[in-house]
């Protein structure tokens, strides 16, 4: 008997469950997506395998960890991990699930720690995952190598401009090539001068029924829905109380797309920034032009919108950062940040981060049309006949080129270019074997009397 416990590779995808082919739910070319995509259990459990599990998720600011032992619990798809800053200042993440019978090691939502034990049996492991204390070690056979049992860590973790994302991919590319030519985009919320961002005011969870693409979908490319379902909200935040004049609601803007499936859309009518008059004054736009370009300060810097395929959104001129955790094919937990420049005066600071709850805060006025939106969109998804239904994805088809302004493929900001992008690359991630499943076909040829 061999007791060699297997490495993260290898332990994915040991049952292997069959794939469901997905090309017929779509057809991008004219814009049509089969909503079995949102509500189907085995397409849900596939995504957990084959999105979630081999792409990059962000995890955390970097600014929530200042010393040794600080810690914060998040999730990446469905699987519980920790992030922790090691004993050199490193950051780590692991599967935060005890190696002796599965527990979460660490229940708690953040804080400091020189340990993190289990609080079944008492297994303690250190901060870069090393299995440190085993109660009644004599107990246990020969053979029981301790060393081998630490926590299992990601393949890969890295930071952008502060934002900590990592993958159980080990064959996924460096984050900054996933991040493709987004970060021209994200840039204008992350590196508006050289003392980059922090995150302030904790972080605000909250769970919607409804299923996380819609969220992911929207803040790739829905600038759509702003005018209907915001419109009260407009109404309040304009100075004159009608509203924003048809000039404005007619906005131009564009709407930026790219085959790795990431979207940002944004308008560029100088008087669509609706942001908070604190930080506005503050703010030293003619800087900002030199160091980011005026289609930046112009464009995606205004009151725009993005999405980091699969689960991770933001938006520039709130400060307000987001990943939709899954939580089944129905529900998705938001877990949202507010972020500021480290350079702002405290009073700026929390002017941003008020402005932020009050627009996208749990209970902000933009955030509760956005969750009443999905929600509803949700309920009617598993009704037979509105669920056999083909939703329409057409807003400006055959509309997207290279402007010569904006870096990329773009096309108009009333398009769904953005969203027909972030379904071509879930499409063909969820039409391929995972790292994980090729590895556990090549194990089962090598060992087939092992395999299950
Ligand atoms: S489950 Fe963690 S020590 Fe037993
Ligand atoms: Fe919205």
Redo the contacts with the bound molecule.
């Keep these: 008997m061999t007791t060699t416990p297997a490495r993260p590779a290898d332990r994915l995808a040991r049952v292997p469950e069959p794939a469901v082919d997905v090309s017929p739910y779509f057809d991008l070319d004219r814009g049509l997506v089969d909503r079995t995509i949102f509500s189907d259990q085995a397409v849900y459990r596939q995504e957990l395998r084959r999105i979630f599990a081999p792409s990059w998720l962000f995890l955390a600011h970097e600014s929530q960890f200042t010393k040794p032992g600080d810690f914060f619990t998040s999730y990446m798809g469905e699987d519980p991990v920790i992030v922790t800053m090691g004993k050199d200042r490193k950051l780590r993440a692991f599967l935060n699930a005890?190696r002796?019978?599965?527990?979460r090691?660490c229940r708690a939502d953040a804080g400091a720690t020189k340990a993190f034990t289990?609080s079944?049996?008492?297994?303690s492991y250190d901060t870069s995952g090393k299995l440190i204390n085993v109660p009644n070690g004599g107990d246990y056979p020969a053979h029981f190598e301790q060393d081998q049992w630490g926590l299992i860590e990601v393949a890969q973790l890295d930071t952008y401009k502060g934002l900590v994302f990592a993958t159980w991919n080990p064959e996924a590319p460096p984050l900054v090539e996933a991040l493709g030519g987004l970060t021209w985009y994200l840039d204008a919320m992350l590196d508006h001068d050289p003392e980059g961002t922090e995150a302030v005011g904790g972080v605000h969870k909250w769970v919607l029924e409804g299923n996380w693409k819609l969220a992911a979908e929207q803040f790739a490319s829905d600038w759509y829905h702003v005018n209907i379902s915001h419109a009260s909200a407009l109404m309040v935040m304009s100075p004159t109380g009608k509203g924003p004049k048809t000039d404005i609601v007619q906005t131009p803007g564009r709407q930026y797309t790219d085959s790795l499936g990431h979207g940002h859309g944004f308008p560029t009518h100088p008087k669509s920034r609706f942001d908070d008059r604190v930080v506005h004054e503050w703010t030293d736009y003619e800087a900002l032009r030199e160091r980011l370009g005026d289609a930046r300060v112009e464009g995606p810097m205004t009151t725009g919108h993005g999405t980091v395929f699969p689960n991770f959104s933001y938006l520039p001129v709130n400060g307000s950062i987001r990943v939709w955790h899954p939580k089944g094919p129905d529900k998705m937990e938001v877990w949202a940040w507010t972020i500021v420049d480290k350079s702002m005066p405290d009073e700026v600071k929390n002017a941003q981060r008020i402005y932020n709850l009050r627009t996208f805060g749990p209970s902000g006025i933009f955030e509760q049309d956005d969750g009443e939106n999905w929600s509803e969109v949700q309920a009617t998804a598993h009704g037979f006949v509105a669920g056999s239904m083909t939703l329409n994805y057409q807003m400006g088809l055959g509309l997207q080129s290279e402007d010569g302004v904006h870096p990329g493929t773009t096309g108009r900001l009333y398009s769904d270019g953005a969203a027909r992008g972030f379904y071509a690359r879930w499409r063909d991630l969820m039409n391929t074997p995972a790292w994980h499943e090729k590895n556990a076909e090549k194990n089962a040829e090598k060992n087939p009397e092992d395999t299950p």
């Design positions: 005890c002796h019978r599965g527990m090691v289990c079944y049996h008492g297994w």
